[in-house]
């Protein structure tokens, strides 16, 4: 790999802090920003896991690859 390049994660499904991890942020700031926004995944009972595809398609939504006019006026507030 290169150096500055972050490999993409070997596994699908992540905890939140691998999740956070993932997206660049802490974990508070996924928790109040990102959590709400993307579909989580109950592997275990108690626990609530984050596809990889599905956060994929959560940075696309907010890069403009795909619109959602919901989350975009959500996000526009933060620009």
């Given at each position: 790999m290169m150096r500055g390049m972050i490999a993409a994660p070997t596994r699908r499904i992540l905890n939140m802090k691998e999740a956070a991890s993932y997206m660049g942020m802490s974990v508070t700031t996924f928790r109040e920003q990102v959590a709400p926004q993307v579909k989580g995944v109950r592997v275990l009972p108690?626990?609530?896991s984050y596809d990889v595809e599905e956060l994929?398609?959560?940075i696309d939504r907010m890069s403009g690859k795909s619109t959602d006019s919901h989350e975009q006026n959500f996000w526009d507030k933060f620009r």
């Open positions: 108690k626990r609530i994929n398609s959560f």
